[in-house]
Nanobody
């Protein structure tokens, strides 16, 4: 079974940068579409970005366009979310998710496999 493990979260000051990773084991990620979601306390889980098997991508949240970049390194079986110019409202637990179809979905139900999440806190 595909297993996903996020890492790279932490505390960063407003305006700073952070790169979170999603490492896969069990299967190769090039057979899966990968999505990044985030969930802040008291809020619903929000789709952030998605990368197709081909490497094409979609950024869902208007608030992250121009600041967040999703990428995948199939050789390392890892997907990344590079975040720059971070804002306090980016504070959340970030999750990666995967499924073996090849379309992006902004719904959590569109993904069968989930990691445990990594906490990103943006604060001075």
């Amino acid at each position: 079974q595909l297993q996903l493990v996020e890492s790279g979260g932490g505390l960063v000051q407003p305006g700073g940068s952070l790169k979170v990773s999603c490492a896969a084991s069990g299967y190769t990620l090039d057979n899966y579409v990968i999505g990044w979601f985030r969930q802040a306390p008291g809020k619903e889980r929000e789709a952030v970005s998605c990368t197709l098997r081909s490497g094409g991508f979609i950024n869902y949240a208007d608030s992250v366009k121009g600041r967040f970049t999703i990428s995948r390194d199939n050789a390392k079986n890892t997907v990344y979310l590079q975040m720059i110019r971070l804002k306090p409202e980016d504070t959340a637990t970030y999750y990666c998710a995967a499924d073996d179809h090849d379309y992006c979905s902004r719904e959590a139900l569109g993904y069968a496999y989930w990691g445990q999440g990594t906490q990103v806190t943006v604060s001075s």
